[in-house]
């Protein structure tokens, strides 16, 4: 690490470079090849979500913590086809009168053996193997769908809030997967919130410039 650490000067610049490491060591963490290394890589993520440049020995926490990931990661992938995934939805409610003026949708996953899974574990690892887009395609149409029927109970109509990640933002098809969503439910476009952080807005700016007139009936809502 110290020795990376050092400026290295490159074509008449100063260059400074860092790295993660995770370490696994044989045989406590493993006896083959395959089970070292992805000890290894995991101890390696470990240290660049803390923060990076840093090293990171395998730990018997540390193992369990990864198998119960890839255990995640193995059902994440299948959950769509089996139907696992559950929405709830939020009110939000005028204090004044005591009427609901809208919903915010929330994504559950009741996976057949692991029983709940929280979205603080799911959500960063759909994200992190791009799961995340048709995941959230589904929603969105879901959604949709959802606040048409209860238009046509007679319900009060009220405006869907939809949270979109920042891997779903940048897909270059969002806008065309938003309007189908639209479209297949006859959801009226002004009746959908989308919500975005501030820094996923600034980042997509020029985007979102571009593609403006796409966005005309659109409401839009920022998360802190």
Same mark, same amino acid.
């Given at each position: 690490? /110290?020795?990376?650490?050092?400026?290295?000067?490159?074509?008449?610049?100063?260059?400074? +470079?860092?790295?993660?490491?995770?370490?696994?060591?044989?045989?406590?963490?493993?006896?083959?090849?395959?089970?070292?290394?992805?000890?290894?890589?995991?101890?390696?993520?470990?240290?660049?979500?803390?923060?990076?440049?840093? +090293?990171?020995?395998?730990?018997?926490? /540390?193992?369990?913590?990864?198998?119960?990931?890839?255990?995640?990661?193995? #059902? *994440?992938?299948?959950?769509? #086809?089996?139907?696992?995934?559950?929405?709830?939805? #939020?009110?939000?409610?005028?204090?004044?009168?005591?009427? $609901? +003026?809208?919903?915010?949708?929330? *994504?559950?996953?009741?996976?057949?053996? @692991?029983?709940?899974? /929280?979205?603080?574990?799911?959500? $960063?690892?759909?994200? &992190?193997?791009?799961?995340?887009? $048709?995941?959230? !395609?589904?929603?969105?149409?879901?959604?949709?769908? #959802? %606040?048409?029927?209860?238009?046509?109970?007679?319900?009060?109509?009220?405006? @869907?809030?939809?949270? +979109?990640?920042?891997?779903?933002?940048? !897909?270059?098809? =969002?806008?065309?997967?938003?309007?189908?969503?639209?479209?297949?439910?006859? @959801?009226?476009?002004?009746? %959908?919130?989308?919500?975005?952080?501030? /820094?996923? %807005?600034?980042? &997509? @700016?020029?985007? =979102?410039?571009?593609?403006?007139?796409?966005?005309?009936?659109?409401?839009?809502?920022?998360?802190?």
């Amino acid at each position: 690490m /110290s020795v990376l650490n050092e400026p290295h000067h490159i074509d008449g610049r100063m260059v400074h +470079v860092s790295a993660s490491i995770g370490v696994s060591i044989y045989p406590r963490d493993g006896t083959t090849v395959d089970a070292l290394l992805k000890n290894a890589d995991h101890a390696m993520y470990l240290v660049k979500e803390g923060g990076k440049n840093g +090293v990171f020995v395998t730990t018997l926490e /540390s193992q369990r913590v990864n198998g119960r990931r890839l255990d995640l990661e193995k #059902q *994440l992938r299948a959950a769509l #086809q089996e139907d696992e995934f559950e929405l709830y939805y #939020q009110p939000k409610v005028d204090l004044r009168t005591g009427a $609901p +003026v809208g919903v915010e949708m929330l *994504l559950r996953w009741r996976n057949r053996e @692991l029983g709940l899974v /929280s979205p603080e574990e799911f959500i $960063p690892m759909a994200e &992190e193997t791009g799961l995340i887009v $048709p995941l959230g !395609q589904w929603l969105m149409r879901q959604a949709c769908h #959802q %606040l048409r029927d209860w238009d046509r109970a007679g319900l009060p109509p009220v405006e @869907l809030a939809v949270n +979109v990640s920042t891997l779903q933002f940048r !897909q270059p098809d =969002f806008v065309a997967a938003v309007e189908g969503a639209l479209d297949d439910s006859g @959801l009226p476009p002004d009746r %959908l919130e989308i919500e975005v952080t501030e /820094s996923v %807005l600034m980042r &997509e @700016l020029a985007r =979102f410039i571009h593609e403006r007139r796409c966005w005309a009936g659109f409401g839009w809502g920022w998360a802190a």
